[in-house]
């Protein structure tokens, strides 16, 4: 029998958005090529100033590249160095037939990467070649030009609606179940009809005809123990997914928390309120969002000097300070303790940029709109975090401003999908909106 041919290894042309997104991403396509169009490193080096991850990754590939060529010259295929991995080279060809140039009526870098797809195409008529992209409207523009394009997929999860929630409902219970875990605290998971075997950290509502009660699984005794309703610095939880949130943020043996949730369902408010009431146990709070400009426009276009540019993005996270300290009354020293925290730099309310490269040793770290950050931004923040850190990172993953991510490649997304099952971690979705009824009346209809 004759033996089956190898295909041969597929050329991947990579755009400037998937490298931004993830400076090592020409090492992960197994055995097949890479081609850099020049127009992408061109707008890399338009990347290489700043503190932005954006900035970082950037920096990070020129560097790769500059390692990987050592005293070769990219202008021919060279190998990346790495077991099982292919080779890879720098096209500066960017004219092709068709000319999307031509086609789309503008010169602009994007057109330039088509061509030489096209390019690569028309040359290797033998290979598979594929654009690879994050920008969705120029992987739209390849397949209109009969152009192979896909999104890059690592790190992204394949299904949102089955993401981890963090919470189960159990209904008929038994009353003796339902009895002892009033009366003991605690009580064996075989007790209860779980269709699966309870995961660590996992929060339960428990439920039969004449009673209810709200639980979780422990995972030092690996018992099924009882959730009690807890307030957190005058700040009460409404609902059940609010009483698991405070309870995970203020369990001192979970160091990282996450918090998914529409608009007005009490993620950063029950978050902040969780460090305020622990104010003690930690050096300082960090509360830190990263900066998305309106219409991707950077903040130097806004006017002022930086803390008036960066004020705007920064103004949600102090409205919800200002919340929690009105739940007392201006003479009151709990009223008066947060602005002490401010003026003494207990309590730090900061962009994202301005935190990267620290050390995080005993602080409670809350990353607000985490679903604008990648996968990689997660990763870097979390190997951060020092002795006696607690990180909790809240948001909404269909709310999501940066444009070459979405809700299976977000880093919020990501964490959730990798993390949970862990004694370290937990996570809970947050469903019911309590911040008014017109607030859930524009979440539920709008």
């Not at 995080?360 to 923040?381: G, M, R, W, Y």
């Amino acid at each position: 029998m004759p033996r089956k041919k190898k295909a041969h290894p597929k050329i991947f042309v990579l755009d400037t958005s998937v490298i931004l997104y993830d400076h090592a991403s020409v090492t992960n396509f197994e055995e097949n090529d890479i081609a850099i169009p020049i127009s992408v490193l061109e707008e890399l080096d338009h990347f290489k100033k700043g503190n932005d991850t954006l900035n970082f990754n950037a920096r990070e590939f020129t560097r790769f590249m500059d390692g990987v060529s050592d005293k070769e010259t990219l202008h021919e295929w060279v190998s990346l160095g790495k077991k099982g991995t292919g080779k890879i080279k720098v096209i500066m060809e960017e004219k092709s037939k068709p000319d999307a140039c031509e086609l789309f009526g503008a010169n602009k870098a994007d057109h330039r990467i088509l061509n030489v797809a096209i390019g690569l195409s028309n040359k290797y008529s033998d290979r598979k070649v594929i654009l690879v992209s994050k920008d969705i409207n120029l992987r739209i523009k390849a397949k209109s030009l009969d152009l192979t394009a896909a999104d890059y997929e690592t790190g992204k999860i394949r299904d949102v609606s089955e993401l981890y929630s963090g919470k189960l409902l159990v209904e008929n219970a038994t009353t003796d179940a339902v009895d002892t875990l009033y009366q003991a605290g605690t009580c064996e998971s075989k007790d209860f009809p779980f269709v699966h075997p309870p995961e660590v950290n996992q929060y339960f509502i428990i439920k039969n005809t004449s009673s209810s009660a709200l639980a979780y699984f422990n995972p030092d005794s690996k018992l099924i123990e009882r959730v009690e309703k807890r307030n957190a610095y005058g700040i009460k939880p409404r609902n059940a997914e609010q009483v698991f949130a405070l309870h995970a943020l203020l369990n001192p043996a979970v160091k990282l928390v996450t918090l998914q949730g529409v608009a007005g369902t009490g993620k950063t408010l029950l978050a902040l309120a969780a460090a305020v009431e622990q104010r003690t146990e930690f050096h300082q709070i960090f509360l830190a969002r990263p900066i998305v400009p309106l219409s991707n426009k950077d903040i130097g276009f806004l006017p002022g000097d930086i803390k008036s540019k960066i004020n705007p993005y920064m103004e949600p996270l102090y409205d919800n300070l200002k919340f929690i300290r009105n739940q007392f009354r201006e003479g009151d020293k709990e009223y008066k303790r947060i602005n002490e925290m401010l003026e003494n730099d207990k309590l730090v309310i900061t962009p994202l940029a301005y935190i990267r490269g620290r050390s995080l040793s005993n602080i409670f770290f809350i990353v607000d709109e985490a679903q604008n950050l990648t996968p990689h931004e997660v990763k870097t923040i979390i190997s951060r975090a020092g002795e006696n850190t607690k990180i909790v990172f809240t948001g909404d993953i269909y709310q999501i401003d940066t444009p070459y991510l979405d809700t299976q490649s977000n880093g919020l997304s990501y964490l959730i999908d990798r993390i949970h099952g862990h004694p370290l971690a937990a996570h809970v979705k947050l469903e019911k909106g309590e911040r008014s009824e017109l607030a859930n009346l524009a979440n539920e209809l709008l």
